[in-house]
């Protein structure tokens, strides 16, 4: 576990940087037109810097704009009007700490519930305390663990 929870300290670090960014409204028209419309080149400009033509400019903005465009061209272009691509993920619970406590508490819950219902039905159910306490220690067991059907 040492590993993986280094692993996941350093990732959320990285990921810290991102999580303002989430805010941030991609331009209806897409960065890469936005872009070159605001510094002034034009789309054969664009289209010189990359060896395509001008309706290869026009296909390309096209692509970003469908979101078909690879992150290799995302690159060229980026180097083609001297910026650099920055990409990344942003967990939408803020951390992968709170992306597996999310999980753990379902998978915990799912496990917990199935057997508290079968015990109902033997006329042996658990104080709705016990039940809660029960999911708590499966979820802090499946955290610990980090077993494969955590992502299920």
Do not use: H
């Not at 959320?12 to 897409?30: D, E, H, R, W, Y």
């Not at 060896?51 to 078909?68: A, C, T």
């Not at 104080?127 to 999911?135: C, L």
Request: glycine share 6%; no cysteine; hydrophobic share 40%.
């Amino acid at each position: 576990m040492g590993k993986k929870s280094l692993q996941l300290q350093q990732l959320n670090s990285k990921m810290l940087g991102f999580a303002t960014l989430k805010q941030v409204a991609i331009p209806p028209i897409g960065w890469i037109k936005a872009i070159r419309t605001a510094i002034g080149m034009s789309m054969q400009q664009l289209g010189n810097k990359l060896n395509v033509s001008r309706q290869g400019v026009l296909d390309i903005e096209k692509r970003e704009k469908d979101g078909s465009i690879t992150i290799k061209s995302l690159r060229e272009i980026a180097r083609a009007m001297d910026m650099q691509l920055v990409y990344g993920f942003v967990p939408n619970d803020g951390s992968l700490d709170a992306l597996i406590e999310k999980r753990a508490t379902e998978l915990a819950t799912q496990i917990v519930m199935r057997t508290a219902n079968t015990m109902k039905l033997e006329d042996q159910a658990n104080s709705k305390k016990r039940i809660e306490t029960a999911i708590k220690e499966r979820a802090a067991a499946i955290k610990y663990e980090m077993p494969k059907i955590l992502w299920d």
